[in-house]
């Protein structure tokens, strides 16, 4: 017989066991709601918002199971009374979660708070002494026994607080604490996940503000040469249609090759180079030993200024020089050019400039450095941006480029 017992008592437990296996499965198996990168205590704060039901009855059933598990009773009358054990938890747990905790940070008077915690405490106490006493002890005591009538579990407060208040709130305060440390954590990852979003679509506005003034720019340089039926009209649409298949399909990621982007600065250099005869000289100079990774543009947003604001402007010998330099993840490019009709302190920061500003800002908030300047007659462009990732395809190229 207590063979039997045992063998009952072991195949209740194992099928409450299997049921919390059941209830498992979703965050071991459905990985496509977990980043591999996450943390277990992420993994298990994103299951209980994702599965919140399955997550509340799998911590009862270990509550139900692990504090609980006594060898004296039998199976039945175990089973009985950590039912009604772990409903008043239930009952303390919600009652500080969702109604005592939210109070105080919505910042309510914090007496009016205390006095609701201590009224609701002795409540749930006496309805849990009273529920023992005439609904429990029935179940599992066998006949003759005394029982306490109502006025003397209203009134006994000592039994109530060191038998039942105490034990029940003593969790009901852990589960608070994991309440309010996983809403904490999934304000966080919201507020982190709303900045992400304006951050991107201020960026993407950006862009979109860039590239029709590039093509604004480009599209009216091909227009002038229409209009005197010059023979090189047909190679600038080419020309411009390299560039366009660049800005148009490969920079729709956040991030591009720096080689890519050098390519697209050696097109753009051979379409502006059609608009001006021998006056005019460029000299690109590169030296790159990583194939670091770059937001797309903001190269080209600086060279456009230079061939608008000074070799379009100098009406004497032009010259824009163009170094750029890629070190150990560490960026540095500099674009000069000739620059006339305006004093040395003076310059008004045109549109695409001050995009480009905003997009650093966006994306390399604190390794970055955009400076720009006149002397001696020359405009002066500074970029560097630090700590940049680099590219699994890396390359060592020198190469100095000379357009005149």
Not at 90 to 100: D, E, N, P, R
Not at 344 to 352: A, D, F, P, Q
């Amino acid at each position: 017989m207590k063979a039997n017992g045992f063998c009952r008592q072991n195949n209740a437990i194992y099928r409450t066991i299997c049921g919390i296996r059941r209830l498992l499965i979703p965050f071991f198996y459905r990985n496509a709601i977990f980043d591999s990168n996450m943390s277990i205590t992420e993994k298990t704060i994103r299951y209980s918002a994702i599965y919140r039901l399955s997550s509340h009855i799998l911590f009862w059933l270990v509550v139900f199971i692990v504090p609980q598990y006594q060898t004296d009773i039998s199976i039945r009358d175990m089973l009985i009374q950590n039912s009604f054990y772990v409903s008043f938890y239930m009952m303390a747990s919600y009652f500080v979660a969702y109604f005592i905790i939210p109070k105080f940070q919505k910042g309510e008077n914090y007496l009016v708070v205390i006095l609701y915690f201590i009224i609701g405490g002795y409540l749930l106490s006496a309805l849990s002494r009273f529920m023992v006493v005439y609904v429990l002890e029935p179940l599992i005591r066998k006949p003759p026994y005394s029982q306490e009538s109502l006025l003397e579990i209203a009134t006994d407060l000592r039994k109530l607080i060191t038998d039942y208040f105490l034990q029940n709130f003593s969790l009901a305060w852990i589960f608070g604490f994991i309440k309010l440390s996983k809403d904490q954590y999934l304000t966080r990852q919201r507020t982190l996940q709303l900045e992400k979003e304006k951050a991107e679509a201020e960026l993407n506005v950006l862009k979109a503000q860039l590239n029709p003034h590039f093509l604004f720019n480009t599209l009216n340089n091909i227009y002038s040469l229409s209009l005197t039926n010059s023979p090189i009209t047909s190679s600038s649409i080419a020309g411009l249609a390299e560039i366009l298949d660049h800005i148009l399909y490969r920079c729709n990621s956040n991030f591009v090759a720096i080689s890519t982007e050098i390519n697209l600065l050696e097109n753009y250099i051979a379409l502006e180079k059609i608009r001006y005869d021998k006056r005019l000289k460029v000299y690109f100079n590169h030296v790159i030993d990583q194939d670091v990774q770059i937001i797309p543009l903001i190269l080209l947003s600086i060279i456009e200024n230079a061939f608008k604001h000074g070799a379009g402007e100098d009406i004497g010998e032009p010259r824009i020089d163009i170094d750029l330099t890629v070190q150990t993840g560490d960026l540095h490019f500099k674009v000069e050019n000739t620059f006339v009709g305006q004093k040395e302190h003076v310059y008004t920061e045109k549109i695409g400039m001050s995009n480009l500003r905003k997009q650093l800002t966006l994306v390399y908030p604190k390794n970055h450095e955009l400076t720009t300047y006149i002397s001696e007659g020359r405009f002066v462009t500074l970029l560097t941006i630090s700590n940049l990732t680099i590219d699994d395809a890396r390359f060592k190229n020198k190469s100095t480029v000379s357009f005149s």
